[in-house]
């Protein structure tokens, strides 16, 4: 089964960018279908951003037009672009594969809800005002 670690968190103020990725191991990405979601203290897990095998994306309003969702299969490596952050945004990020034929909305549907698939044990971000 595939090994999912995230990397790129940190602190950054409101209006600022980070760039997360998450690098997957044990099992060739190619053929899952990657996302990301999120949880803050005290608030429901969110779906953030999602991209098929094939390539289709989906995002959650709150991040459509900041976030931008990428995948390098050579390099086995899924990656979040974040600009424009906001406070609301301060969650551990976490990344998710699953398999199967989906569309985008429903694969970060299922990841969102943890049914099934495999994600790693997440990266903190945190913006300030």
């Known amino acids: 089964q595939p090994r999912l670690a995230e990397s790129g968190g940190g602190s950054v103020q409101s209006g600022g960018s980070l760039r997360l990725s998450c690098l997957v191991s044990?099992?060739?990405?190619?053929?899952?279908?990657m996302g990301w979601f999120r949880q803050a203290p005290g608030k429901e897990r969110e779906g953030v951003a999602a991209?098929?095998?094939?390539?289709?994306?989906t995002y959650a309003d709150s991040v459509k037009d900041r976030f931008t969702i990428t995948r390098d299969n050579d390099k086995n490596t899924l990656s979040l672009q974040m600009n424009r952050l906001q406070t609301d945004d301060t969650a551990t990020y976490r990344c998710?594969?699953?398999?199967?034929?989906?569309?985008?909305?429903?694969?970060?549907?299922?990841?969102?809800?943890?049914?099934?698939?495999?994600w790693g044990r997440g990266t903190q971000v945190t913006v300030s005002s």
């Open positions: 991209i098929t095998n094939e390539g289709s994306t």
């Open positions: 998710a594969a699953i398999w199967g034929r989906l569309t985008a909305d429903r694969a970060l549907e299922m990841m969102t809800r943890g049914d099934s698939g495999y």
């Open positions: 044990e099992y060739p990405m190619s053929g899952y279908n």
